[in-house]
């Protein structure tokens, strides 16, 4: 069955505030984890935007990390 024109879909990427939300973060902190490398962004002109696979990676690393190392590598924020 074809998909109509109304249903939507997953953005392709998402914005820093959309990312911030769903990661339940502010957007300073996730910048700040864009600037420690923790999650990376994809530069469109001056805008950047999140690839929601990243994201998920991201969620993956820190479950298991263990978080005295992510303190002792200040990595707390």
Same mark, same amino acid.
């Given at each position: 069955?074809p998909?109509s024109s109304?249903?939507?879909? $997953? /953005?392709?990427?998402l914005? $820093?505030?959309?990312?911030? $939300?769903?990661? #339940?973060?502010?957007e300073?902190?996730?910048?700040?984890l864009?600037?420690a490398?923790?999650i990376? /962004?994809?530069?469109i002109? #001056?805008?950047?935007?999140?690839?929601p696979?990243?994201?998920?990676?991201f969620?993956?690393?820190q479950?298991?990390?263990s978080?005295?190392l $992510?303190?002792?590598?200040?990595g707390?924020l």
């Amino acid at each position: 069955m074809p998909a109509s024109s109304c249903e939507r879909t $997953a /953005p392709m990427l998402l914005d $820093a505030r959309e990312v911030a $939300a769903a990661l #339940r973060i502010s957007e300073r902190t996730l910048f700040r984890l864009v600037k420690a490398g923790a999650i990376r /962004p994809v530069h469109i002109g #001056r805008a950047l935007r999140f690839d929601p696979r990243d994201l998920r990676l991201f969620i993956e690393r820190q479950k298991s990390e263990s978080p005295a190392l $992510a303190v002792a590598e200040g990595g707390a924020l």
